[in-house]
């Protein structure tokens, strides 16, 4: 099939295509004309590639996993891959939380300001809590 057919198959970009050729994502024939022509294991190889974009597996990474053929077996490779992921996706579903319950314990303490203090002498306030020794604020109470 013609790269226009592939890009409408798929939703990507010609140039995108031309891309994870570049890369070695996918392999492509000639015409005799130059044209490029792409079997129906190049659809199969970018729907696989975006899904695991998607997913959030980089290239260098789906580039290990891609089989030669891809009619057959490789799901042992692959299964592992997954389960990484899915391993790394957790450690930093724990960061992001942490991260946000110290942006929100932040937050608090900004809103927090004592009557009659200003913008500016609140967010010295705020900030030296944030940094000193002894933290007090939302979080600890």
């Not at 580039?63 to 490789?74: I, K, Q, T």
């Not at 450690?91 to 314990?105: D, G, H, S």
């Amino acid at each position: 099939m013609q790269i226009g057919i592939l890009a409408k198959r798929t939703g990507l970009t010609a140039s995108r295509i031309r891309f994870y050729e570049a890369q070695g994502l996918i392999s492509v024939g000639r015409r005799a004309n130059g044209y490029r022509i792409y079997s129906p294991a190049a659809l199969m190889a970018l729907n696989i590639i975006t899904s695991a974009q998607d997913a959030g597996f980089t290239l260098e990474e789906i580039r290990r996993l891609m089989p030669g053929d891809l009619s057959g077996g490789y799901d042992g490779a692959l299964l592992g891959a997954l389960r990484k992921k899915v391993d790394d996706i957790s450690a930093m579903e724990k960061r992001l939380a942490r991260a946000r319950l110290q942006i929100e314990a932040l937050i608090a303490d900004v809103e927090d300001r004592p009557e009659g203090l200003t913008c500016e002498a609140n967010i010295d306030r705020v900030l030296k809590q944030f940094k000193g020794p002894q933290r007090t604020h939302a979080l600890d109470r």
